[in-house]
Structure formats: C-alpha cells, structure tokens
C-alpha cells in the first residue's frame, strides 16, 4: 500500500521560507511522476509544482516560478518542496501526490494517491 505523508509547513512571515517533506513509502518515488498541489479555502485545489518519472522534466505555475523549486531524494524515498521569498497569497493548504505515469500532469484526477495535506499561513 502506498502512503505518502507531508511534514514541514507551519506559520511564517511574509518573505520567508519553508520546505516541505514528502515521504513516501510502499513503493519508490522513481516509479511515478510526482506533483505538489495547494487549496486555499474557497478556491480549486491546483498544482504548483511538478516533477516527471525520470526527474528530468519540472513544472511550476507562474505564480511560483523563480520562488519554488522540486526535488527528490530517492535513498529517503522523498519529495521536497523548497519555498522562497513567501507571500500571503502562497496560504495554503499544501498536498503531495503521486501518479502512476511518465510525465507530469496538471489535474487532480490523473493522480493515484495522495498524502493528508500540511498547513502553510503566511502572514504579511
């Protein structure tokens, strides 16, 4: 069974940082496409970030290009998010998942698990 489960976020100020974790087990991460996915009340829940099978392709929503970067490290079986240079509007909350592909892709419905979601408050 796979379970993926987010660790990391919290409350921090406008301008800060975070990383969130993602640690997967019941198989290795090389065996999907993974994607970090953040709802904020009242709106979609949408992809922010992205990363193919292989590792070789990244994707990022506009709205974080330059201030988010994926990576994985595939000896501790987990996904990384790194968040720069912070805003109000990154408020959020955050969601791991994993799909059963090659490549990365941007709808909720494509992705095969899920972890439970990490809370991340910037406050201005």
């Known amino acids: 069974q796979v379970q993926l489960v987010e660790s990391g976020g919290g409350l921090v100020q406008a301008g800060g940082s975070l990383r969130l974790s993602c640690a997967v087990s019941?198989?290795?991460?090389?065996?999907?496409?993974m994607g970090w996915f953040r709802q904020a009340p009242g709106k979609e829940r949408e992809l922010v970030a992205g990363?193919?099978?292989?590792?070789?392709?990244?994707y990022y929503v506009d709205s974080v290009k330059g201030r988010f970067l994926i990576s994985r490290d595939n000896a501790k079986n987990t996904v990384y998010l790194q968040m720069n240079s912070l805003k109000s509007e990154d408020t959020a909350v955050y969601y791991c998942?994993?799909?059963?592909?090659?490549?990365?892709?941007?709808?909720?419905?494509?992705?095969?698990?899920w972890g439970q979601g990490t809370q991340v408050t910037v406050s201005s």
């Open positions: 998942a994993a799909e059963n592909s090659l490549a990365i892709a941007t709808r909720t419905s494509n992705y095969d698990y």
């Open positions: 019941g198989r290795t991460i090389s065996s999907y496409a």
């Open positions: 990363m193919s099978r292989s590792g070789g392709s990244t």
